[in-house]
């Protein structure tokens, strides 16, 4: 494992594998760098992969007051581990906090988008005070709840698997990241399409879905590619939000490549 220091103070946690050109990879809400560590290693056997831990989560730090531009910062830190460029995937929340990466960072030279969930039907978009109840809850000592909350509400899973999800092992993981899932919200903000911001990301991007994943990711991500200047489609079929990092790894080869 190695670490770098964010422009905050902040210690940022990353494996580094293979060899190549430099892919830095996003974990989405709920998770920590362990999510995409099948695809790092898929990936690092054509690319040097950097798969870091987002601030809160692994042996990453945690300076409070959180901000957005804070973990643009970490992203940032990661890039000169990198040798100064580096591409960047992301996956769900992730995938929205690469893409105001991509925005604000020139040495990010391409990008891949797994399913940001930004909704288009307003009916479909979680509460817009999301964030607070996540920080009251936390704050409350309530970190079951606000893992149940991100489930049913933010996710939309039926009431069977939350109960099912809670009798599980990893469910302790769950409560133990639930303070983050607060950054994730905030990240996402009102989770519809911000059309201006997608606007000005001028690197080659390509936004990808799965066939039987939730139902906004299609619109979502049509409507994202005509939005920037160098987009691409791609839809995995048969692959639900929680991809196969072998399903996965082929398309990123591809356009890294």
């Known amino acids: 494992m190695n670490q770098v220091t964010s422009n905050d103070g902040t210690s940022i946690a990353f494996d580094q594998l293979g060899q190549g050109a430099p892919v830095i990879l996003v ?8 999510s995409n560590a099948a695809l790092a290693t898929l990936l ?10 987002r601030r809160g ?5 945690d300076t409070l ?10 992203i940032a830190a990661v890039i000169p581990a990198a040798g100064g460029s580096a591409y960047l995937f992301g996956s769900s929340s992730g995938a929205a906090l690469a893409l105001e990466a991509a925005r604000q960072l020139p040495s990010i030279t391409k990008l891949a ?3 940001p969930p930004f909704i288009l039907d307003t009916a479909m978009r979680p509460p817009a005070d999301t964030a607070k109840t996540f920080h009251d809850l936390v704050v409350a000592g309530k970190r079951g709840e606000a893992a149940e909350y991100f489930m049913a509400k933010v ?24 303070h983050t899932l607060e950054y994730d919200a905030t990240i996402m903000g009102d989770y519809s399409l911000p059309e201006a911001r ?23 991500a049509d409507a994202m590619v005509k939005l920037l ?3 691409q489609r791609k839809t995995l079929e048969g692959q639900e939000h929680n991809v196969a990092a072998e399903a996965l790894a082929p398309v990123l080869v591809q356009f890294f490549a």
């Open 27 to 34: 974990s989405g809400g709920s998770v920590d760098r362990g």
């Open 44 to 53: 690092s056997e054509h690319f040097t992969v950097f798969n870091y831990d």
């Open 57 to 61: 989560r692994g042996p990453s730090g």
């Open 65 to 74: 007051p959180y901000a957005v531009e804070r973990e643009v910062e970490d």
């Open 113 to 115: 988008l797994w399913e």
């Open 155 to 178: 996710v939309g899973m039926p009431a069977e698997f939350v109960a099912f999800a809670k009798s599980q092992p990893w469910w302790a993981a769950q409560e133990a990241l639930a």
């Open 198 to 220: 997608i606007a000005e990301v001028k690197i080659p991007t390509i936004v990808i879905n799965g066939s039987k994943s939730m139902p906004f990711s299609q619109p979502s």
């Open 229 to 231: 200047a160098q987009g």
